[in-house]
């Protein structure tokens, strides 16, 4: 009885046991279907909450990695910038001028001569830090006649790409600056579309009756971000799709227009719809997102593939109660910042997310042979990962071998890739066996004909015996 005790107790610790910072209960894929468990994603590698000497974060609102490495901090409501290495050891901390320090900073931008720029909110300013420590430029509210007499400079988020244009977000578009604080224009404002419902309303109702009906706004963005691509990849707050978009130079939506992030019942049982808060993109093109209401990470691919989704609401060790911030550097790590449980958790890819990430990249390059060897190495971790058969289904595809191509597709349930792979396999028997088909055909047709020829001069003959 002891021994049978010890066994068990020994097999429900094999069973529940986690190894400790990941985060295994909580990894998925969002399909159609519902969430799909996938093997551990990201382990936690550290969490920054104590500062030392610098005391405790404050509602941090951005980070920011630049090119060296540093990591920084908007810590808005202890109205600073903070300079970090990768293990959240404080180098610098930034309040401004002294004349006018910074009042809630919000966002923050870092260029590659190392120059600070400040989202100084609460003085509705950007303001530039300079290499040497000088506060030598000052961003405010440009003067246009394209701008409204009400309109009011209160940058959020900030950006500058690489022709000195500074992005400041301003709830339905970006607005663009000089570095002579000149007005260069809006970029990225979506039509709101024609409803011919409104249209009867503005036709036939009174003027108060009017009034009294909510007007229908352009989707507003939460954050933005500049993707090494040199497109601006933004999250949207108030849409049913189209959550993510990435915007070119004239302002189109090259992303595709679907649901992003996941549709979760609440405590009540009320469906959350996604509220994305911040994106960041990595030199591989590979999406990261967070979302505000499920308090979850989500990554996409640029054809809008969900590789990958972690995170719940919690205050355990990768658990989120706010995200408001993401980054990523050169090797995957991910640095989220959370407003609300005042800390920065920094958190490792694993083998298979790495795995994933590789294939994913090597196939945007066209390197299909790489990226074949780094699926099936992804199958060997999880053989039920529908995004791997639809990259082998891909691969073969490429590579012409359309019955693998129709197996892969058809394990991925990717109704379209299959159709697709079985147009050209059909063709392609076709081709490989018309000319067996078409002589057998004219051997058969040929063979009824001589058939025929026999069996008339039989019947002929018979005829001819019985008159």
């Known amino acids: 009885m002891k021994k049978f005790l010890t066994i068990l107790l020994l097999t429900l610790i094999s069973i529940f046991s986690v190894t400790p910072g990941a985060l295994a209960e909580n990894d998925r894929v969002v399909e159609k279907e519902g969430s799909i468990p996938v093997p551990v994603t990201y382990e936690v590698r550290k969490v920054i909450i104590n500062l030392d000497s610098y005391g405790n974060l404050n509602q941090p609102e951005d ?224 999406i990261s997102t967070i979302d505000k209401a499920t308090e979850s990470i989500y990554q996409y691919d640029q054809e809008g593939n969900m590789l990958l989704a972690f995170g719940d609401k919690g205050e355990k060790r990768g658990g989120f109660l706010s995200p408001s911030s993401i980054v990523t550097d050169e090797k995957g790590n991910l640095y989220i910042s959370d407003s609300k449980a005042n800390n920065i958790q920094i958190f490792e890819p694993t083998n298979f997310t790495r795995s994933v990430h590789q294939a994913v990249s090597f196939y945007n390059n066209g390197d299909y042979k790489n990226a074949m060897d780094y699926w099936q190495q992804v199958l060997a971790i999880d053989a039920n990962y529908s995004l791997a058969h639809k990259g082998m289904g891909k691969l073969y595809y490429k590579e012409e071998r359309w019955k693998d191509s129709m197996d892969e597709y058809l394990l991925a349930e990717d109704k379209g890739g299959y159709s697709r792979a079985f147009r050209e396999y059909r063709h392609q028997k076709f081709r490989q066996y018309f000319a067996v088909v078409f002589f057998a055909f004219i051997g058969i047709v040929v063979g009824f004909y001589f058939l025929f020829l026999r069996l008339k001069e039989k019947s002929g003959k018979i005829v001819r015996e019985l008159f």
């Open 63 to 286: 980070l920011f990695l630049d090119r060296k490495g540093f990591l920084y901090v908007a810590d808005t409501a202890n109205n600073r910038v903070l300079k970090m290495d990768t293990d959240g050891k404080v180098l610098e901390s930034i309040a401004g001028p002294a004349d006018k320090p910074y009042n809630k900073p919000k966002g923050i931008f870092v260029d590659e001569d190392g120059a600070l720029y400040v989202a100084d909110s609460g003085n509705k300013r950007v303001i530039r830090r300079s290499v040497s420590g000088e506060y030598d430029k000052v961003y405010v509210k440009p003067k246009s006649s394209l701008l409204s007499a009400d309109f009011v400079f209160d940058p959020q988020k900030i950006y500058r790409n690489s022709t000195g244009i500074l992005y400041v977000s301003k709830g339905i578009s970006f607005i663009t600056i000089d570095d002579a604080n000149q007005f260069q224009g809006y970029v990225g404002a979506k039509e709101v579309g024609f409803d011919l419902r409104r249209m009867f309303i503005r036709l036939f109702a009174s003027r108060s009756q009017r009034d009294r009906i909510a007007k229908v706004l352009p989707v507003s963005y939460n954050n933005f971000v500049i993707g090494p691509d040199g497109f601006v990849y933004a999250t949207v707050g108030n849409a049913q799709s189209g959550q993510i978009r990435k915007i070119n130079a004239v302002g189109k939506n090259l992303y595709p227009d679907q649901t992003f992030g996941e549709r979760m019942m609440g405590e009540n049982g009320e469906w959350i719809q996604p509220s994305l808060a911040d994106i960041a993109v990595d030199e591989r093109g590979i």
